[in-house]
């Protein structure tokens, strides 16, 4: 008898991403992946070139906008997350330059505050 291989599910959550961006007044709701890890993407926001500070203090204002978010939903299957999971909050920023597509990230891990 073989071992079975651990599935570990990603999903998109359009719901809880437009939540998050009525919350934070940005015009361009983020990707919301929910897994193990619930990551929040940012894309052309041009967070990439604020400063560090700036950078952190978004991301902690996203991390608690989005426990929000997710303690709110109505799915029992997202809502257990709010707490539990770690938020990874991501800022992408593409730009060209001599014909080179030029990619800028920035990634911060928000721990869970609660236990398991």
């Known amino acids: 008898m073989g071992m079975r291989r651990l599935r570990v599910g990603i999903s998109r959550y359009l719901s809880v991403a437009n939540k998050i961006a009525a919350a934070l007044a940005v015009d361009r709701a983020p ?3 929910i897994g193990a890890r ?7 926001l041009g967070a990439t070139r604020w400063s560090e500070q700036q950078q952190l203090d978004y991301a902690l204002q996203v991390a608690g906008a989005a426990r929000q978010a997710i303690a709110a939903d109505s799915r029992r299957s997202v809502r257990k997350r709010a ?11 593409a730009t060209l330059k001599s014909g080179c597509s030029i990619v800028a990230r920035w990634e911060c891990v928000v721990p869970a505050t609660g236990g398991v």
């Open 31 to 33: 990707e919301v992946l």
């Open 83 to 93: 707490q539990t999971s770690a938020i990874v909050v991501i800022f992408e920023d």
């Open 38 to 44: 619930t990551k929040i993407v940012f894309r052309s």
